[in-house]
């Protein structure tokens, strides 16, 4: 079992910007894949950002550019450094982890953008 624990979430205004963390219970390094996702409501859950056991990373087109993935093994942290942040961004952030192809979720956060 992995326990994933997310922080960073809050209110910010249109423009700003947010840096979300995700400690995980066990060592990153041995996942599959982490990544973060975010739901609005009334919308499906969606994949904002993920990053690979070899680094490699993928966007959401809706927040390439502003939003960065990253990871630190000796910490079983993963990152999402979000700037330029608008109204739509507004959602609960869930992170992501993916060990021998079993899915893992943590709580979320809740990121709200004013206009």
């Known amino acids: 079992q992995v326990q994933l624990a997310e922080s960073g979430g809050g209110l910010v205004q249109a423009g700003g910007s947010l840096r979300l963390s995700c400690a995980a219970s066990?060592?990153?390094?041995?996942?599959?894949?982490m990544g973060w996702y975010r739901q609005a409501p009334g919308k499906e859950r969606e994949l904002v950002a993920g990053?690979?056991?070899?680094?490699?990373?993928n966007y959401a087109d809706s927040v390439l550019g502003r939003f960065t993935i990253s990871r630190d093994n000796a910490k079983n942290t993963v990152y999402l450094q979000m700037n330029s942040l608008k109204p739509e961004d507004t959602a609960v952030y869930y992170c992501n982890a993916v060990y021998f192809w079993r899915y893992y979720w943590g709580q979320g956060t809740q990121v709200t953008v004013s206009s």
């Open positions: 066990r060592s990153i390094s041995s996942c599959d894949s």
């Open positions: 990053i690979g056991n070899s680094g490699s990373t």
